[in-house]
């Protein structure tokens, strides 16, 4: 069963459960809306995929009109609910750049959180080829790291644009994993400290002694209020339910609020760099 199936399948579910809380048939919904009776079953069963005013429709004959932006949403994203990487990055990962750098351009509030690694909008191209490194040997797919990597730094361009806000919640220790070389990360770094002072772009580091007050489960992006975007090793899910948006904005807003910022982030970042910098006496020797 293909992920569009079940995700058309769960939509079908839902309406049948709203259909049943108003105590209908299907044959007195299909009569009610003069759809054939068939229609019903199989939008139900996920035979079938709805239209706008086949959603509007249901919601306003089962009295649940209130249901119906969040049944619209996951309707919208039926086809990018679950984009598994093997099937993205068929095109090759410059595609897949491409294709955010779209999504990017109609997104005006970025907010990022991340616990293991730096978000590929402030990676500096030297990571950005490590990470790739390991999608093309994770997913076993064709090279064209130089070319995904420069489509990577160019999406980059949109930091320095004024209509674009983005603020990023980083771990410390998405600082210290050793996902690349020492030299590597400590451009990356750098980098941070320099991005951290863009007058759009907010940064906060979680240190290690903070106490949390909810868990750093897994990364996720909230774009705007219209979609959160969680990667797992096999997919990318976009989630675009009202409730499930205000969930994890809640979400950011409490990590955010333990972070540190400004000159408190810098001094966190600085003393990554000097842990993992070569001792001065052992560089000379």
């Keep these: 069963m293909s992920n569009v199936h079940e995700a058309r399948s769960a939509l079908g579910?839902?309406?049948?459960?709203?259909?049943l809380s108003a105590g209908q048939t299907g044959k007195q919904l299909?009569?009610?809306?003069?759809?054939?009776?068939?229609?019903?079953?199989k939008l139900e069963n996920g035979n079938q995929t709805p239209t706008d005013e086949d959603i509007r429709g249901w919601t306003r004959t089962v009295g649940r009109e209130e249901e119906t932006e969040g049944?619209?949403?996951?309707?919208?994203?039926?086809?990018?609910?679950h984009a598994e990487w093997?099937?993205?990055?068929?095109?090759g990962l410059k595609s897949h750049q491409n294709e955010i750098a779209e999504l990017d351009a109609k997104t005006h509030l970025?907010?990022?959180?991340?616990a293991t690694v730096i978000p590929g909008l402030l990676q500096t191209a030297e990571y950005?080829?490590?990470?790739?490194?390991?999608?093309i040997t994770m997913f076993k797919v064709s090279n064209d790291i130089n070319e995904a990597v420069r489509a990577r730094s160019q999406r980059q361009e949109i930091l320095y644009r004024p209509d674009k806000r983005f603020h990023f919640v980083l771990t410390e220790a998405a600082l210290r994993f050793q996902l690349c070389a020492p030299e590597v990360m400590i451009g990356q770094l750098d980098r941070l400290v320099t991005l951290s002072a863009l007058p759009n772009v907010r940064l906060g580091i979680i240190?290690?002694?903070t106490r949390y007050v909810v868990a750093p489960w897994h990364g996720f992006w909230i774009l705007d209020t219209d979609r959160v975007m969680v990667e797992t090793f096999s997919a990318e899910l976009n989630l675009a339910q009202p409730q499930e948006i205000e969930l994890y904005g809640n979400v950011f807003d409490q990590l955010a609020a333990v972070a540190s910022y400004g000159?408190?982030?810098?001094?966190i970042i600085t003393r990554v760099i000097d842990d993992l910098a070569p001792d001065e006496s052992e560089a000379g020797a």
């Design 13 to 19: 579910q839902r309406l049948r459960e709203l259909r």
């Design 30 to 41: 299909a009569e009610s809306l003069s759809w054939p009776p068939s229609k019903v079953s």
């Design 71 to 81: 049944l619209l949403a996951s309707l919208h994203t039926l086809e990018v609910q």
């Design 86 to 91: 093997q099937r993205q990055f068929k095109a």
């Design 110 to 114: 970025f907010r990022a959180f991340e």
């Design 128 to 135: 950005a080829r490590a990470r790739f490194a390991q999608g």
């Design 207 to 209: 240190g290690f002694e």
């Design 263 to 267: 000159r408190a982030a810098r001094a």
